[in-house]
C-alpha cells in the first residue's frame, strides 16, 4: 500500500527512478521492525488497575506503613530541564531559600477538658526564644490522625495489665473509618502486634492477642525511643497513645536521651495514660506500700517519679497527661483525647532565626483577644471559664520541619 500511494503521488515520469529506492527502503522497513518492537517498551496491562503511588495510597509512608512500588518502565524518566538562556548585559546570580517552616498544633480547652472554638488567627501570638512570630499559615485541625498506640504488656500485676488493655479498647473504639493507627506493645521491648490500619476489627484483633505476658520487664524508654525512630520518617502529623505504668526496669536508654530524643524528634505529638493509680491508692492506704514482683515500681517514689516522666513526655509535645482511678474514667478520658487530636489549631511561621545550627528553640503561645487585651471565654450562661493552652514547649532547628 505504502509503494502504490508513492507512485500515485510522485507521477508517472519518476516511476523508473523511483522504483529501485523505494524496494532498497521497504526492505530496510521490514526488517527494522523487529528491532524496533523488541526496543519498545511493553504497554502495561488494561485489565488490572495498577497500584496507586505511596503520596495517593493513604496514610503514613515509610517502612511500617504501605507501600506501593511501580513497575519498571511504567512511565518514563522526566526530561531534564532546560537552563535559563543567558540575557545579554545580565549579570550571573544566584538565590537559595532555606528557611524552615516551623508547624506548632495548639489546643485551648477549658478546664474540663473542651475544646474552645471559634478562635481566629488574630487571636494566636507565638514567641520563639522570646522574640515575637509571624504567622503566615493558620488552619483548625479536622484532617484523620496517624496514630500509635503504644501499650505497656508486662507480667507483674494483673491490675496494671487489665488498665492497660481496658484503656486501649476504649481508644480502638474513638477511632474513624480513616484515621491510621498501628499498635505495638512492651515488655523487655516493643514488639508489632498490629502495623499501620484503617480497619478498626484488625485493631481489636491485635488486642484481642495480647493475653499472656512473657516478661515482668518494662523497658518504657527503650519502647519509646524505637517508637519514636519509626514514625519520624513519615510524612505530617503523628500522634503517640501511650498506655503504661510509667515505670522503667532496666532501659539501655536513660531518661536524659529518651528526653532528648522527644525533643529531636518533630510533628509528634505525645498523650499518656498512667495506669494502676486504684491499686496504688489502696495499698498506700492499707499500708502495704509497694514490693518487686506486685507493683511494676518497688516504693512510692518510683511511682512518683514514673508520673512525673509521663507529664512530661505529654506537656513536651503538647499532648496531655491522664491518671485515672476508676475503670468508668477511661471513656471520658479518650473521648476527650479524640477530642484534642481532631480539634486543634495548627500556626505555622518562618522563624526569624533561620539558621539549622541543632539548637533547641523554646515556643510560647499566647492567646488574646482581637484587640490585644485577655481573652475571656463564656459558656452558654454567660459564665466566665478559665482555658488552658496547650502547645509543645519548643523544637531542635537541626533540619526542615516543614
Not at 537559595?96 to 488567627?121: I, M, N, S, W, Y
Not at 545550627?357 to 454567660?382: C, I, Q, T
Request: hydrophobic residues 40%; neutral net charge; aromatic residues 10%.
Amino acid at each position: 500500500m505504502l509503494y502504490l500511494n508513492y507512485l500515485s503521488a510522485i507521477g508517472a515520469p519518476m516511476r523508473r527512478t523511483a522504483i529501485p529506492v523505494l524496494l532498497i527502503v521497504t526492505a530496510a522497513l521490514v526488517l527494522g521492525v523487529p528491532a524496533l518492537a523488541q526496543e519498545a517498551p511493553a504497554p502495561p496491562p488494561t485489565g488490572k488497575p495498577s497500584q496507586s503511588a505511596p503520596a495517593e495510597a493513604g496514610g503514613p509512608q515509610g517502612d511500617i506503613g504501605p507501600m506501593a512500588v511501580p513497575k519498571k518502565g511504567e512511565a518514563p524518566p522526566e526530561p531534564k530541564p532546560q537552563p535559563p538562556r543567558k540575557i545579554e548585559g545580565m549579570p550571573d546570580y544566584s538565590i537559595r531559600v532555606d528557611t524552615a517552616l516551623v508547624q506548632v498544633p495548639v489546643l485551648v480547652a477549658t478546664k474540663e477538658g473542651q475544646f474552645v472554638p471559634g478562635l481566629k488567627e488574630g487571636n494566636f501570638r507565638v514567641f520563639e526564644d522570646g522574640v515575637p512570630q509571624r504567622i503566615t499559615k493558620f488552619e483548625v485541625g479536622k484532617a484523620p490522625i496517624t496514630a500509635v498506640l503504644l501499650v505497656e504488656f508486662a507480667n507483674r500485676s494483673y491490675r496494671f495489665m487489665y488498665d492497660a488493655l481496658n484503656a486501649s479498647y476504649s481508644f480502638a473504639e474513638t477511632l474513624k473509618p480513616e484515621d491510621w493507627v498501628a499498635v505495638v506493645a512492651f515488655d523487655m521491648k516493643p514488639f508489632i502486634v498490629a502495623d499501620f490500619t484503617q480497619d478498626k476489627r484488625q485493631v481489636f484483633g491485635a488486642l484481642n492477642t495480647l493475653r499472656i505476658p512473657g516478661f515482668s520487664e518494662t523497658n518504657i524508654f527503650d519502647a519509646l525511643y524505637d517508637t519514636l525512630d519509626r514514625v519520624e520518617g513519615l510524612e505530617g502529623r503523628k500522634y503517640i497513645i501511650l498506655v503504661a505504668s510509667g515505670c522503667d526496669t532496666f532501659s539501655r536508654m536513660t531518661y536524659d536521651k529518651i528526653l532528648k530524643k522527644v525533643k529531636d524528634t518533630p510533628n509528634v505529638t505525645l498523650f499518656t495514660i498512667s495506669t494502676g493509680e486504684a491499686l496504688r491508692m489502696w495499698a498506700e492506704a492499707a499500708g502495704m506500700g509497694s514490693g518487686p514482683g506486685i507493683f511494676p515500681c518497688t516504693s512510692q517514689m518510683d511511682f512518683l517519679q514514673a508520673d512525673n516522666q509521663m507529664n512530661t513526655f505529654a506537656k513536651m509535645t503538647g499532648g496531655r497527661w491522664f491518671k485515672p482511678r476508676f475503670e468508668a474514667e477511661m471513656k471520658d478520658i479518650f473521648r476527650d483525647v479524640g477530642q484534642n487530636i481532631r480539634n486543634q489549631y495548627v500556626l505555622a511561621y518562618r522563624p526569624t532565626n533561620p539558621k539549622l545550627d541543632g539548637s533547641y528553640r523554646k515556643l510560647k503561645v499566647e492567646v488574646v483577644a482581637p484587640d490585644g487585651g485577655p481573652l475571656h471565654v463564656k459558656n452558654e450562661k454567660g459564665k466566665d471559664l478559665k482555658f488552658n493552652i496547650i502547645a509543645r514547649d519548643g523544637y531542635t532547628a537541626k533540619h526542615q520541619v516543614e
